[in-house]
Structure formats: structure tokens, C-alpha cells
């Protein structure tokens, strides 16, 4: 079975920065589009960076110039590095996979457990 796991949040003051990280475990052959997600309490969830597997990025009008995304396929990870965070960046950060093909055939639409990121003031 392939899971999705989050590290690297944790609390901030405004102004630093933090390094999210998400692994990929299972037998894995290919890996589509991987992304990034937040939900603040209260708020619905949101799309925070993507990047697809040539490497093409996409982020929130929110965070550009202020976070990116990365992947490394050997390692099966995406990264995402947040610098300059501020209170309203506080959240759930969650690892979306849109595709990937393991030894089992095909799976769509996974995600991680999520990790808390806060930013004070």
C-alpha cells in the first residue's frame, strides 16, 4: 500500500522560514503531478504549489515569491521550502500525489496525514 508522509512542520515567528518535506513509501514505478495543500481552522482546503513530473510548478497567488516546490524522483520526495511566513500561512500542510503507479497497478488522489505549521506574531 502506498502511503504519504509530511515533516518538517512545526512553530515559527513571522518572518522564518521552515522545510516541509513529503515521502512516498511502496513499491513505486511512477509518480504524476505532487503538491501541497493547507487548511486553516474553520477554512476550506486550499491549493498552496504543485509541480508536475517534468517539473512545471504552479503556486497560489498567496505564496509566490515566498515558497517553493521541489522534487526529487530518485528519492520520491517533494519538498516545500517556506520562507518569510506570516500568521496567515498557519495551517495543516498536506502532500497530494494526483497519480501514481506502484507494483499493484495505478493509484489516483493520495494524500498524507498532514503536519501543523504555525506562524505567530
Known amino acids: 500500500q502506498v502511503q504519504l508522509v509530511e515533516s518538517g512542520g512545526g512553530l515559527v515567528q513571522a518572518g522564518g522560514s521552515l522545510r516541509l518535506s513529503c515521502a512516498a513509501s511502496?513499491?513505486?514505478?511512477?509518480?504524476?503531478?505532487m503538491g501541497w495543500y493547507r487548511q486553516a481552522p474553520g477554512k476550506q482546503r486550499e491549493l498552496v504549489a504543485t509541480?508536475?513530473?517534468?517539473?512545471?510548478?504552479e503556486y497560489a497567488d498567496t505564496v509566490k515569491g515566498r515558497f517553493t516546490i521541489s522534487r526529487d524522483n530518485a528519492k520520491r520526495t517533494v519538498d516545500l521550502q517556506m520562507n518569510s511566513l506570516k500568521p496567515g500561512d498557519t495551517a495543516v500542510y498536506y502532500c497530494?500525489?494526483?497519480?501514481?503507479?506502484?507494483?499493484?497497478?495505478?493509484?489516483?488522489?493520495?494524500w498524507g496525514q498532514g503536519t501543523q505549521v504555525t506562524t505567530s506574531s
Open positions: 497530494n500525489v494526483d497519480s501514481i503507479t506502484t507494483n499493484r497497478g495505478p493509484a489516483y488522489d493520495l
Open positions: 511502496g513499491i513505486i514505478f511512477t509518480i504524476g503531478t
Open positions: 509541480i508536475d513530473s517534468g517539473g512545471y510548478t
